[in-house]
């Protein structure tokens, strides 16, 4: 047996008339096409579901139940509807971002509040990968979006602009170099640095200064956060390079942040998607806010 929600709204909409004549005039359909619905739904379901008299027509106590279900079903049925709408227009569903550990730890966050603040039902999955495997994964469709330090590629992608960031010195206060508020990385290199782990675009960048500058990057200690970097700098194991943004968050009170001078410390960030075009509502929607303040 099917029930047709048609025929439980018309149901619905008679019981609360009391009167086949006025739902027919509301919903535009000939009363005796209503009427055979009702007795088609009597039928099916086996039992009296209305009184019919020359005053109206009533629900049995069968009728009287039945309206309290119909009523929850065709809400149901209404909600599937709302919600697979707000799919489409990109007011719900997952977004997957992949994000590298300098832009995870300043731009992204105020930019992932600001979006749920606008809409509260999309999930983000965050995971932060090196720049180099960002481009990988949004090309082999393990993310939808990639936010990465802008370098050489070859992965099958489209890369907008995002943000620029510059990289600091941060020396302990009573380091050799904190009386100088610039410094360039040939004499950074002369000292014992804290590094970020291997395959981070930065640890990239340094190693190839160094081997520019003829010289080695001199470190004891490997960390995988800047948080860890700037508390090693902060106890005296070394100093670090570091993107201003995260040298102002953290701020530690017995730390200096030098100027880097060169060339390669302004450092363009991107976003990387497979194809604009191909972004579902809601990847499209978050996409956009990210490319809002460039």
Known sequence: MKLDPLSLRLFVRVVEDGTIASVAAREHIASAAISRRLSELEDALGTQLLVRTNKGITPTAAGINLTIMARDVLDDLQNIVTRMQEYSAGYRGLVRLLVN??????????????????????????????????????????????????LPHSADIEVYPFRRDELKVLVRSDHPLA????????????????????????RLQMLTAAGQAGKSLRYKVEV???????????????????????????????????????????????????????????????????????
């Open 179 to 202: 009386e100088r508020e610039s410094v360039t990385f040939a004499e950074a290199l002369d000292y014992e640095h804290v590094v970020l782990r291997t395959g981070t675009h930065l």
């Open 224 to 294: 995988t956060s800047y948080d860890a970097l700037c508390k090693m700098v902060e106890c005296g194991v070394g100093i670090g390079v570091l993107p201003a943004g995260i040298a102002r968050i953290y701020a530690l009170s017995n730390t200096r942040t030098l100027s880097l001078d060169e060339a390669w410390a302004s450092r363009e960030l991107s976003i990387c998607v497979r194809r604009l075009d191909a972004l579902s509502p809601v990847a499209r929607i978050f996409f956009d806010h990210l490319r809002a303040g460039c």
């Open 101 to 150: 550990i300098s832009t995870v730890s300043t731009f992204i966050p105020p930019l992932v509040k600001s979006f749920l603040e606008r809409y509260p039902d999309v999930q983000l999955r965050l995971m932060e990968r090196d720049s180099l495997s960002i481009t990988e994964g949004v090309a082999e469709n393990l993310a939808d979006i990639g936010v990465f330090t802008s």
